[in-house]
Nanobody, 124 residues
Framework: QVQLVESGGGLVQAGGSLRLSCAAS????????VAWFRQSPGQDRELVAA????????AYARSVEGRFTISRDNAKNTAYLQMNRVKPEDTAIYYC?????????????????WGQGTQVTVSS
């Protein structure tokens, strides 16, 4: 069982930066893939970025590639999402998730544990 707590969300102006954190406790965070998803009202939950257990593999949504960076510190059981040059369309609830495997996965169903989410609002 892995418990996940996201933090770092908030209100930011377009073009600004924000850093989300995901603190994990219990379970096998260090040997599992991790990802950030987001969901806007009326929309499906979508992958933002994913990283393998070692950090050696990553994947990004096309809409955030070059602006967002996923990272992890296994010694601290924490994952991060650095968001740069944010846009109003990045507004959503952002969720951290830990996978049942150790690789990079894009599908929601591959993730077993989820945080409660943190709201990110980008003003124009």
């Amino acid at each position: 069982q892995v418990q996940l707590v996201e933090s770092g969300g908030g209100l930011v102006q377009a073009g600004g930066s924000l850093r989300l954190s995901c603190a994990a406790s219990g379970g096998t965070f260090r040997s599992s893939g991790v990802a950030w998803f987001r969901q806007s009202p009326g929309q499906d939950r979508e992958l933002v970025a994913a990283m393998s257990w070692s950090g050696g593999g990553t994947a990004y949504a096309r809409s955030v590639e070059g602006r967002f960076t996923i990272s992890r510190d296994n010694a601290k059981n924490t994952a991060y999402l650095q968001m740069n040059r944010v846009k109003p369309e990045d507004t959503a609830i952002y969720y951290c998730a830990v996978g049942s495997g150790n690789g990079v996965d894009a599908a929601v169903v591959q993730y077993e544990y989820w945080g409660q989410g943190t709201q990110v609002t980008v003003s124009s």
